[in-house]
């Protein structure tokens, strides 16, 4: 009663990749024929598929560790992506627990996509950026950032920012970066002069905001405009 409460198609596999017993919701459309239970997966799924299955099932056998597939099939609304898991369930069986991930991999897509409109939009775009980490050090600056200063942008990461401002500046950036520090998410501006590759000063008005990074550590990023 357990197992029928679970949502995802899992059947048993023998070593040779027979199907030993399978248990599938009704909307289930992974095979093309009602019971697959008897035959071999070479009889149930195309050929492509058959090669990875039989090769995740020969490598559980082997090592013992689950192993993991997708792989995408047609449906009634199109292309459906699934993720297969095989784990040891006997000497010479695996059991395969199938997902449908097709929402999962389409809010990938997705988030792909709009990475790299952002992206474009960043390296494109005239305005100085600089992500900073809690010390104050780049960790990131935008393509504008050699247009404008000329400096390398692997040679800045690492670099402190304080580095590329005005002597009669730093007290300033240091205190809009504290703040920024203090006050998560709370843009605060300022007025630094920096440093270009030749000795030349760019007064650039900026705004420092702090944010949370995908690790969770405090990041800096520092908007300026000259």
Known sequence: ALLDAVPDLMFRLSREGRFLEIKASRESTLFDIRDPRGRRV?????????????????????????????????GAGGIQYYEARFVVSGEDEVLAIVREITERRRMVEDL?????????????????????DEEGNIRYASPAVARLLKWPLDQLK??????????????????ALALARAEHGVPHEGRIRL?????????????STSM??????LAIVVNSRD
Do not use: Y
Not at 62 to 72: C, D, R, V, W
Not at 120 to 127: G, L, Q
Not at 158 to 175: I, S, V, Y
């Open 195 to 207: 440093c270009d590759v030749e000795g030349s000063w760019h007064t650039m008005d900026t705004i």
């Open 158 to 175: 690492g670099t402190p920012l304080e580095e590329l401002a005005h002597p009669d500046d730093t007290a300033q950036l240091r205190k």
């Open 42 to 74: 070479r009889e149930v799924l195309p050929t492509a598929l058959v090669e990875e299955v039989m090769d995740a099932v020969s490598t559980a056998l082997g090592s013992g560790e689950t192993q993991s597939i997708e792989f995408a099939r047609p």
């Open 212 to 217: 949370r990074d995908e690790h969770g550590g």
């Open 112 to 132: 792909r996509r709009s990475e790299e409109r952002f992206r474009s939009v960043i390296e494109n775009a005239s305005d100085l950026i600089t992500i900073a």
